[in-house]
């Protein structure tokens, strides 16, 4: 597991709506279509006098594949599952298991110390413990 704390944020802007005049006239101009092609693990977030524990289910993930960007406002969880390829000759009768990146962005209500933050990773649950900075006041 790789982490890393940074204290800013870059946002990507995506402008929807009417195409500009003229945009479909020239050929072999094709219009590019942006797509989320990560997927979200389930995720539990409590909140305590103390501090705030976020546990995220992630079973067939290796370690390795995973990464924690900390800011001082949200903690992102980034990483991809790889599930072994059926055999063949098989045929799918059910694909539920979701597989390839994921992405999770998790907004802290509460200013966290970040030098005491603890993470563990046991039987594919990820556990982050925030401890309260400043007397816990929220944002």
């Not at 942006?34 to 977030?45: G, N, V």
């Not at 995973?66 to 599952?81: C, K, M, N, P, T």
């Not at 563990?120 to 006041?137: D, W």
């Amino acid at each position: 597991m790789r982490y890393r704390r940074i204290s800013y944020r870059y946002a990507l802007m995506v402008r929807t709506g009417p195409e500009p005049l003229g945009a479909g006239l020239l050929p072999g101009r094709e219009r590019v279509r942006l797509a989320q092609t990560w997927w979200q693990p389930a995720a539990d977030i409590a909140e305590s006098p103390a501090g705030l524990t976020v546990m995220v289910e992630l079973a067939g993930v290796s370690i390795d594949d995973i990464d924690l960007l900390f800011y001082d406002d949200a903690v992102v969880i980034e990483g991809r599952r790889r599930l072994p390829p059926p055999p063949v000759d098989a045929r799918y009768h059910a694909a539920q298991i979701r597989q390839g990146p994921f992405r999770l962005e998790v907004p802290l209500p509460c200013a966290i110390d970040h030098d005491a933050t603890r993470a563990s990773y046991e039987n594919g649950l990820l556990i982050l413990e925030f401890p309260k900075a400043n007397g816990g006041t929220t944002r």
